[in-house]
């Protein structure tokens, strides 16, 4: 299918974006968003998820493009595996295990994401109400094609070939944090 | 307030591109028992009540929607 084929809204409250990849245990579908840069020591990235039906990929990802160099840093939500992960130079890395999302009422889970753009380190992981240390973990960048400075935010969902999942997002916020 | 400091000056000048009253409320408004941490200045935020408009859309060779 398409970009932007079969686009809808599902209302719960102001509206969401459902993210629906086909599935056949390859399938990847990506919302993006290209915002303009801003010179921040640390970034933040809130967001509202749901899973309708698992299991799935998760991965919301900003990337921050300054004089050609890009620098990013991502959550990784397996509700294969029930774990979170952030990816550091070295790969993914598991930083909490034993997640389940899969219950019989559907939730929202609160995501904040942020990110030491002075020291290209990870900061902190919320996931719900726990706050995870992840400052130890030292971001990926590159050197990369993009001469256009800005921050993309990229939101990913992925399927395991199961089955039909759809992952909902209610809302994105992306805030300047103070060290 | 009027500052008194030429108009040509960095000082003070603003990193926010968009500065929104409430909004970390959003979550609140979900009706959540977990409370996010409520930090930062908000640069910038989405809550879809405009549809997927400003963002791109992409898939891979599968497929997938949005």
């Known amino acids: 299918m398409g970009a932007g084929k079969n686009m809808y809204i599902t209302l719960t409250g102001t509206g969401s974006l459902e993210l629906e990849p086909d599935y056949d245990g ?20 809130e967001l509202a998820v749901a899973f309708y039906s698992t299991p799935v990929d998760f991965i919301a990802t900003i990337y ?13 939500v397996d509700t294969y595996s029930d774990k979170l992960a ?15 999302v899969e219950g019989t009422a559907k939730q929202w889970y609160l995501i904040k994401l942020i990110l030491n753009m ?4 990870y900061h902190t992981v919320q996931w719900n109400d726990e706050v995870i240390d992840v400052s130890n973990y030292i ?7 993009s001469n256009t400075d800005g921050i993309s935010i990229e939101l990913m969902a992925g399927d395991y070939g199961v089955g039909t999942e759809e992952v909902f997002v209610d809302y994105v916020i992306l805030t300047v944090e103070e060290g | 307030m009027v500052h008194t400091l030429p108009d040509y000056t960095a000082q003070y000048k603003t990193l926010m591109g968009i500065q929104s ?12 028992v977990d409370r996010i941490t409520r930090t930062g200045k908000v640069y910038w935020m989405d809550d879809f009540s405009n549809g997927i408009w400003g963002w791109i859309i992409s898939d891979s060779i599968g497929g997938g929607e949005a």
């Open chain 1, 26 to 45: 390859t399938d990847e579908v990506y919302a993006v968003k290209y915002l303009p840069y801003t010179d921040a020591d640390y970034l933040g990235l």
């Open chain 1, 118 to 121: 002075k020291e290209n380190k």
């Open chain 1, 64 to 76: 921050s493009v300054k004089s050609g160099i890009i620098k990013w840093g991502d959550i990784y």
């Open chain 1, 139 to 145: 971001m990926p960048s590159t050197t990369g094609l």
């Open chain 2, 21 to 32: 009253a409430d909004v970390y409320e959003a979550a609140a408004r979900l009706g959540s």
């Open chain 1, 86 to 100: 952030i990816h550091d130079i070295n790969g993914y890395e598991a930083i909490k295990t034993g997640i389940n």
